[in-house]
């Protein structure tokens, strides 16, 4: 059974740099898009970041210059480089990865990301 295993979340000051990473475990075919979403408290989940299997990355508004995605395909597994956190970015962040063949959509059981001084 596949699963999303997530880690690199924590406390960290405004201004500050974390790394998400996020493997897709017992996968027998690879992810054709892997990413991460987050959900604030009383606010909707939302994109975050993407890649795909063509490495195309797609990003927020809100994080783009600020946040990095990263993948490697053969092994199912996508970071997400954090920089210059704000408040804002405080919230639960859960990796996502879609198989196209499968019609498959996995979810990681989230990692919360608190900026705060």
């Known amino acids: 059974q596949v699963q999303l295993v997530e880690s690199g979340g924590g406390l960290v000051q405004p201004g500050g740099s974390l790394t998400l990473s996020c493997e897709a475990s017992?996968?027998?075919?690879?992810?054709?898009?892997m990413g991460w979403y987050r959900q604030a408290p009383g606010k909707e989940r939302e994109l975050v970041a993407e890649?795909?299997?063509?490495?195309?990355?797609t990003y927020a508004d809100s994080v783009k210059g600020r946040f990095t995605i990263s993948r490697i395909s053969a092994k199912n597994t996508v970071w997400l480089q954090m920089n210059s956190l704000k408040p804002e970015d405080t919230a639960v962040y859960y990796c996502?990865?879609?198989?196209?063949?499968?019609?498959?959509?996995?979810w990681g059981q989230g990692t919360q990301v608190t900026v705060s001084s």
């Open positions: 890649v795909n299997s063509g490495h195309t990355m």
């Open positions: 996502h990865a879609e198989q196209l063949v499968l019609r498959a959509h996995y």
């Open positions: 017992e996968s027998p075919l690879s992810m054709n898009v």
